[in-house]
């Protein structure tokens, strides 16, 4: 319904809609559905393969490219989108109970991540998809591999980063500080979101420079 709305709000004109990555979210074949159904081909359904900040820049870009037609807009996310870069630690005490309530776990891991303070760290993959690159014992070490890890190549400096929390903030803080970057720009992650990774990840999302 939301979406049917929303597309008739853009009646007589081009659109481009720029959803979550389909592969962790069926908010794309929604929006497939309503578009179908309203017949509304002035509308243009963009697969971010992304979440979170990474879809806020390119929103971001679409709107500066708002003279373009959405044809050529989507063209040039395809360029920007192979180079977003999402990696984050997750506090184990809160996010492998979240997990395990999720049924995406089993509960002994769970357990067993509590006893020993592993912390993980993920990425979101160009395919559009979590993927574990590390866990480490303690917020701290894992912060510091989040660090490690976004400083492996050179950013493009006509996009700046954005720092990611979920509700507490002062992890964000601990990573900004380790960074340097306590001035950069921060991104609350939404709730749908944080109920998935529970109330104390932090992370980066950054733009890699052009080859």
């Known amino acids: 319904m939301l979406f049917r709305e929303a597309f008739e709000r853009a009646a007589g004109e081009e659109a481009i809609v720029i959803l979550i990555s389909s592969k962790i979210s069926g908010t794309l074949n929604a ?23 990474m879809q806020r820049i390119l929103v971001e870009e679409a709107v500066r490219r708002r003279d373009r037609s959405v044809r050529e807009a989507a063209e040039i996310l395809d360029g920007l989108r192979p180079r977003l870069r999402l990696f984050a630690a997750l506090d184990t005490l809160d996010t492998l109970e979240y ?31 979590v993927k574990n690159v590390g866990r480490a014992h303690g917020r701290k070490k894992a912060l510091a591999e989040v660090k490690r890890l976004s400083e492996r190549e050179k950013r493009d400096p006509a996009f ?14 601990e990573l900004t500080e380790l960074t340097g970057e306590r001035s950069a720009r921060r991104f609350n992650i939404c709730c749908a979101v944080g109920a998935h990774i529970g109330p104390n990840a932090a992370g980066v999302v950054y733009v890699v420079a052009q080859e």
Do not use: H, Q, W
Request: aromatic share 8%; net charge negative; with cysteine.
């Open 31 to 53: 929006a497939r559905i309503a578009k179908e159904e309203g017949g509304f081909d002035n509308v243009l359904l963009y697969d971010s393969l992304c979440t979170t900040a």
């Open 99 to 129: 997990l395990y309530k999720g049924g995406r776990i089993k509960g002994g891991t769970a357990l067993m991540g509590k006893l020993l303070g592993i912390k993980p760290v993920v990425e979101l993959t160009v395919e559009g998809e």
């Open 160 to 173: 700046s980063p954005y720092y990611l929390y979920c509700k507490t903030e002062a992890v964000c803080d």
